[in-house]
Each structure stands twice: as structure tokens, then as C-alpha cells.
């Protein structure tokens, strides 16, 4: 397993951006697939997006689609996700998880990071 820390969440209006961060520990950041998770009040925890060694091994959720976009820098061990057009609805507790292949359930989590979008 991997140790995730995520930053970068806050308070900011609809319509504005913001980009969290999640670093990993370990020296085999690469390997992984990354994934962010959110979960709103009295919601179950979704998939907001997630990605492979490569970018192009990408999936985003319909709600965030054209919105959102993951990234990762290996070589920094982090995982990015770029939020821009922030809706209320994307308010929750973000998540940044990692899975080793050839599974693909997520067993390494961080402690996650409030996004608050006010209307």
C-alpha cells in the first residue's frame, strides 16, 4: 500500500476552479492506477475520476465530463485532479485512492479534503 495525502480543496463560488493534489509515498507511484472520489452529505461515495500509468488510460464520471480533468506526475508521486466550472453539486469530501493492477479495487485512501462551491 501507498500513503495518500490530498490539498488543495476550499471554499470557492460556482463557476470558479480549484486543483487538488494527492501525494503518495513509495517509490512505485507509477504502477498504480489513482483515482478521486468524492462523497456528499447523506450521499454513498462516488468515482469522480481516474487514471492509469498513462493519461490517456482516463475515466470521468458524467457529471464532471468536460469539467474535470486528472493528471499525475510520477515523478513528483502525485496525482492531480483540475476542477474548473465548479457547481454546488460538486460539494463533498474528495478522495484520492490507489489500486495496484492488475486489481482495480481501490485499497489505499487518503484522509480526504472539503470542496464547498457556494451558489
Known amino acids: 500500500q501507498v500513503q495518500l495525502v490530498e490539498s488543495g480543496g476550499g471554499l470557492v463560488q460556482a463557476g470558479g476552479s480549484l486543483r487538488l493534489s494527492c501525494a503518495a509515498s513509495?517509490?512505485?507511484?507509477?504502477?498504480?492506477?489513482m483515482g478521486w472520489f468524492r462523497q456528499a452529505p447523506g450521499k454513498e461515495r462516488e468515482v469522480v475520476a481516474r487514471i492509469g500509468w498513462s493519461e490517456r488510460n482516463s475515466y470521468y464520471a458524467d457529471s464532471v465530463k468536460g469539467r474535470f480533468t486528472i493528471s499525475r506526475d510520477n515523478a513528483k508521486n502525485t496525482v492531480y485532479l483540475q476542477m474548473n466550472n465548479l457547481k454546488p453539486e460538486d460539494t463533498a469530501v474528495y478522495y484520492c485512492?490507489?489500486?495496484?493492477?492488475?486489481?482495480?479495487?481501490?485499497?489505499?485512501w487518503g484522509q480526504g479534503t472539503q470542496v464547498t462551491v457556494s451558489s
Open positions: 513509495g517509490r512505485t507511484f507509477s504502477v498504480y492506477s
Open positions: 485512492a490507489a489500486a495496484l493492477p492488475p486489481s482495480m479495487k481501490f485499497d489505499s
